[in-house]
């Protein structure tokens, strides 16, 4: 996937509109993910600003990891529009370095299999700042520990701690939803209708059918 993601990048660098079109479509649905998490409503126009400056300065890309380089550009123009409506990111990162946690892969799988939704990316957006947007551009841009932290600015493995704790944090959240669906099931339902009419409390046993 790479090696085809660096040919399209060759192409659209030479002009080739059907493969800056391939690259849109390949980016597009993450980033805007990754931007509604930092501007919320106004995550499209950021997109917009951000894939027209990738068009312009593509030319002269030198290489290295095509994601990076266009998602480093929408974090800019994302900082750049907060700071234009003077309000604070829903992301702002903290500058506290988290300790080294080891990660838990089979709830970190479990966790990010439900990334892809909008109650996920909810509850993403709910995460501590430096989690959520570690796991952001882990698990929805697909970036490696390494090269999120250069676009964070830093180090991988404070990147990857900071995934991991996210990704855990949201399999607990999971858990905590899949347990309060359950009881709900539980619950048995009460049907007042006949104990309203001889004007007596409801009984609260379970209703056939």
């Known amino acids: 996937m790479s090696g085809e ?8 660098r030479r002009g080739d509109e059907d493969a800056f079109r391939h690259l849109y479509r390949n980016l597009q649905p993450g980033l805007l993910r990754y931007l509604t998490a930092l501007v919320g409503a106004d995550a499209e126009d950021v997109a917009s600003e951000t894939w027209l400056q990738v068009a312009r300065d593509l030319p002269s890309f030198t290489g290295g990891e ?7 550009i929408a974090r800019n123009r994302a900082m750049d529009h907060l700071r234009r409506q003077r309000r604070r990111p ?9 300790s080294e946690l080891a990660g838990d892969s089979d709830t970190a799988e479990r966790a990010g299999e439900s990334m892809g939704t909008e109650a996920a990316l909810a509850m993403i957006a709910s995460l501590p700042p430096r989690e959520a ?12 520990a390494e090269t999120a932290g250069r676009v964070l600015g830093r180090r991988a493995g404070a990147v990857r701690t900071a995934a991991h704790r996210g ?8 858990d905590q939803r899949a347990a309060a669906a359950a009881a709900r099931d539980d619950v048995p339902t009460i049907d007042a209708r006949p104990c309203q009419r001889a004007g007596l409390p409801p009984r609260t046993e ?3 059918g």
């Open 206 to 208: 379970p209703v056939d």
């Open 133 to 144: 947007e570690a796991v952001l551009l882990r698990t929805v841009i697909g970036l490696d």
């Open 167 to 174: 990704l855990r944090r949201l399999a607990r959240l999971l």
């Open 5 to 12: 993601l660096d040919q399209q990048v060759e192409a659209a």
């Open 66 to 72: 095509f994601r990076a380089w266009a998602v480093t």
């Open 90 to 98: 829903a992301l702002a990162v903290p500058v506290q370095e988290l």
